[in-house]
């Protein structure tokens, strides 16, 4: 007679792993590929590869990122940061990131935003531009400093100099603020229709 055996109490031959695994082998593999025979198809080469025009508008939308100089205007006039900021308004590659009224405000704002230039008055409340800037290089703030001042001498600006900025600019002669901007953004000493003969800046660590 034969008992009946429910499916739960039922037992089975359990395979050894081995034979588990090599049963898994023979089913990847066939048995008629070689050793040479590549299991995947290779990958296709580089060497002619051309980038799509989504690509290179993403390339050239990156570049122009880095290449666009931050500016920084600090005027305790809110009219004289309006005038900067129409005039710079049609100017390539220039964006003002920030503005600020007096020098201290000047200090929180570079340590924070890290323009690349700094636009700054010298008369301003609180503390005015020359102490700011002679701030920002202990500081060791990466930003150039243009001063932008309504004073138009050459003692005006050897004493912008030697405080530590890198260009100086009459606003008399505001039509070339741009330029003077591009001219400190590269490091240079920008000192506008007046003679740099003569004129000696600080020793900046930062740049030779």
Known sequence: MYSLISPANRTYPVAHPCQCISAVVRLTIPTSASLNTPLWPK???RVNWKPTPRLLVKHMKSIERVATI???VVDDSAV???AVRDLLSNSDAIDICGEACNGY???EKALKLCPDVIVMDIGMPA????????????ANSTAEVLMFTEHNSEHARD???????RGYLSKAQAADLPEAIRTVASH?????STSVAGAHRVSDPRYP
């Open 80 to 82: 004289l940061r309006d």
């Open 70 to 72: 931050r500016i920084l």
């Open 188 to 192: 240079a000493t920008y000192a506008g």
């Open 127 to 138: 503390m005015d531009g020359l102490e700011a800037t002679r701030r920002l290089l202990r």
């Open 105 to 107: 405000e000047a200090l």
């Open 159 to 165: 004493a912008c100099l030697q405080a530590g900025a």
């Open 43 to 45: 990958r296709t080469s």
